[in-house]
């Protein structure tokens, strides 16, 4: 475990087996697993902590998620317990969620239990032959690709070996299933005679916007059928929130012998003989093989030339693809929140209207007793909604601010639909905007949870881990399968197995 050291000048110089760029969940991941087989692995984040668009910040003993505030498919025989197996860790504790889907006009709860989810799903959105057919469609799709997603299934096909483990992982049974590939969910809502259907529309609408960052019309339906069933696939909110889960996660990796180095910004690399040269804001070091979980736009401004023709088509396809959010994070007394059971709701205001910009937001609660998250007697409020990068550009100051201003207080008022005294005396009151991203986690103009999917840059159109640079590889939301803390897993993963070849 641990570096070996050799010289340039008088200079020390650090190394290591594989260098991994950036410590959100993707990166740290592939680090992890890495680190448990015996490389010497090492982790640059350019922030003062671990996270990136899954972390945390901490303000007058509150403690509040910045991106992603929920883990998905964190149980055994899942995505995050194979994880955890496979580095050796017992899985955090947590509360698993079931949440509240505010309607316009109707609310549907989103169980865990398929049974109840069932029975939820026909009594709230339709129970003619048309929906039970459409349901039955997306049970078959979801139970077999999640399957599929807790196997060693790798997208984009790049090799024959992967062509199998594809169909090993869907299963040959399963095939059939591989001719909605091309097909959105507007496709197969269509098929059923349900494009018209608004409760149906809009809870698919925020479900999707949510989770593979795209619309009804142009998201892939296979991606949208497991994105809108991640309720029962182990979602859980961490003990503590991604505070206590990044502590404890760093403090295995350290303890197995890993080295992280925080506010380390890599700012080049290239390579020389059979190491890489990485340089970074703090110092020079060597790697064997260099992990990038950085978006993809950041690879290309730090890469060697031939890493740059490599990653140019991709950054060109998916410039159209980005997108950012905005966050309201509130410290309350627990008052303000007691009149509900749930701690998670999604909130659609308008079928009619555009979503985003508070039109489909998500409400995240510490859990009680949770004294990580916030201090006795008060709860972390985390209000979150899509927004579109070009809103914020090219704004003055003064702009900036009222334009902040204004949808913070939006973002509260509605969330006074479920909560109605929320944010009346808040102890901390802080909204984060693309900009915000684009200072603490250096993506460009603060765009996050990868590219928005659609068909031609998804599944077998996305990034690769492996772009064909010798000892290089990515991972990341910017490859497959995307945003989320599932995918992150999945895309460490197979950047870690790329790796160890």
């Known amino acids: 475990m641990g570096s070996t050291i050799s010289t340039l000048g008088n200079t020390m110089i650090e190394e290591y087996d594989i ?8 990166g740290f991941s592939s ?14 984040e350019s922030h003062g902590q671990l996270g990136g668009c899954a972390g945390f910040f901490t303000k007058k003993n509150f403690s509040f998620d910045v991106g992603a505030t929920t883990l998905v498919d964190f149980v055994e025989g899942g995505i995050g317990g194979n994880f955890f197996r496979d580095i050796n860790l017992e899985l955090p504790k947590g509360e698993y969620i079931e949440y509240v889907a505010w309607l316009p006009d109707r609310q549907v709860i989103l169980y865990r ?16 032959d048309r929906h039970i057919k459409f349901w039955k469609l997306m049970d ?7 399957n599929a997603s807790r196997k060693n299934v790798k997208l984009p096909i790049r090799s024959p070996k992967d062509f199998y483990a594809v169909i090993k992982a869907i299963g040959i049974q399963n095939l059939y299933l591989s001719k909605y590939i091309n097909s959105t969910m507007l496709d197969i809502l269509k098929k059923y005679n349900l ?15 949510d989770t593979v960052h795209s619309s009804i019309d142009k998201a892939p339906f296979i991606n949208s059928a497991l994105g809108t069933t991640i309720r029962g696939a182990g979602l859980m909110r961490a003990d503590g929130g991604m505070k206590s889960f990044w502590h404890y996660l760093s403090n295995h990796y350290l303890k197995i012998g890993g080295t992280l180095k925080k506010g380390n910004r890599v700012v080049d690399f290239k390579h020389e003989k059979e190491y890489w040269s990485i340089t970074t804001s703090k110092g020079v070091f060597k790697s064997k093989k260099i992990i990038s979980s950085l978006p993809i736009d950041l690879t290309y401004k730090i890469g060697t030339d031939a890493v740059k023709s490599k990653l140019e088509p991709y950054i060109e396809r998916n410039k159209n693809h980005q997108g950012s959010a905005i966050v309201v994070f509130l410290g309350v007394p627990e008052v303000e929140i007691s009149n509900q059971t749930y701690t998670h709701h999604q909130i659609l205001l308008d079928y009619k209207a555009e ?17 990580v998250s916030a201090p006795a007697g008060f709860r972390s409020v985390m209000i979150s909604t899509h927004c ?6 090219n704004l003055s100051e003064t702009e900036y601010e009222i334009k902040k201003q204004d949808i913070g207080q939006k973002l509260i008022e509605s969330a006074r639909k479920v909560y109605p ?4 005396n808040a102890i901390i009151y802080e909204i984060g905007t693309p900009l915000t991203y684009q200072k603490f986690t250096n993506r460009t103009k603060g765009n996050v949870g990868g590219f928005k999917q659609t068909l031609e840059n998804s599944n077998f159109n996305a990034v690769p881990h492996d772009i064909g640079i010798e000892n290089m590889w990515l991972t990341g939301d910017n490859t497959w399968p995307g945003l989320g803390t599932v995918a992150g897993l999945i895309s460490g993963r197979i950047a870690s197995e790329y790796a160890e070849k």
């Open 19 to 26: 260098a991994i760029f950036g410590g959100g969940i993707s």
């Open 31 to 44: 680090a992890l697993r890495l680190q448990t087989k015996g490389y010497r692995t090492i982790v640059f």
């Open 113 to 128: 239990d398929i049974e109840k989810w069932k029975r939820e799903r026909l009594d709230k959105l339709g129970s003619t």
């Open 140 to 146: 078959e799709v979801t139970e077999t690709f999640w």
């Open 195 to 209: 494009e018209d259907d608004k409760p149906l529309l809009g809870l698919l609408s925020m479900l999707i916007e």
């Open 355 to 371: 979503l985003g910009n508070g039109n489909n937001m998500f409400i995240s609660i510490s859990a009680k007793g949770d004294t």
């Open 388 to 393: 579109e990068l070009s809103e914020w550009q």
């Open 421 to 424: 005294s929320l944010g009346e």
